[in-house]
């Protein structure tokens, strides 16, 4: 049964730094793409950023596009999200995710959240200014 345990969220200032880390398990960790999430109250999942399986590929959202840098360990088991120059509107629980690379239909990356089949239990960042 695959497994993600992420780990790294924090309270932080503005401006300052944190590093994510989504353990993965269960199952061959280079056939997966991952995603990183951030949900907050009352609000839908949003997507973050992505990475393909063979990590070559990466997508971000446009708010944390030049500030969060997405990485793997190619046949290691752990995915992580660097997140600097954090911002007050970061705050929120951070999900990390994987998806099958043979369900994305050709595509090597997704910021899609309903597209992915498995889920951390999510770990809380909080930015204050």
């Known amino acids: 049964q695959i497994q993600l345990v992420e780990s790294g969220g924090d309270s932080a200032q503005s401006g300052g730094s944190l590093t994510l880390s989504c353990t993965f398990s269960?199952?061959?960790?280079?056939?997966?793409?991952i995603g990183w999430f951030r949900q907050v109250p009352e609000k839908e999942r949003q997507g973050v950023a992505c990475?393909?399986?063979?990590?070559?590929?990466?997508e971000y959202a446009s708010s944390v596009k030049g500030r969060f840098t997405i990485s793997r360990d190619k046949g290691g088991i752990t995915a992580y999200l660097q997140m600097n120059n954090l911002k007050p509107e970061d705050t929120g629980v951070y999900y990390c995710?994987?998806?099958?690379?043979?369900?994305?239909?050709?595509?090597?990356?997704?910021?899609?959240?309903?597209?992915?089949?498995?889920w951390g239990q999510g770990t809380q960042v909080s930015v204050s200014s």
């Open positions: 995710a994987a998806v099958d690379m043979a369900r994305l239909g050709g595509l090597q990356t997704s910021l899609d959240a309903g597209i992915y089949d498995f």
């Open positions: 269960g199952a061959t960790f280079d056939y997966y793409v």
């Open positions: 990475i393909s399986e063979t990590g070559r590929a990466t």
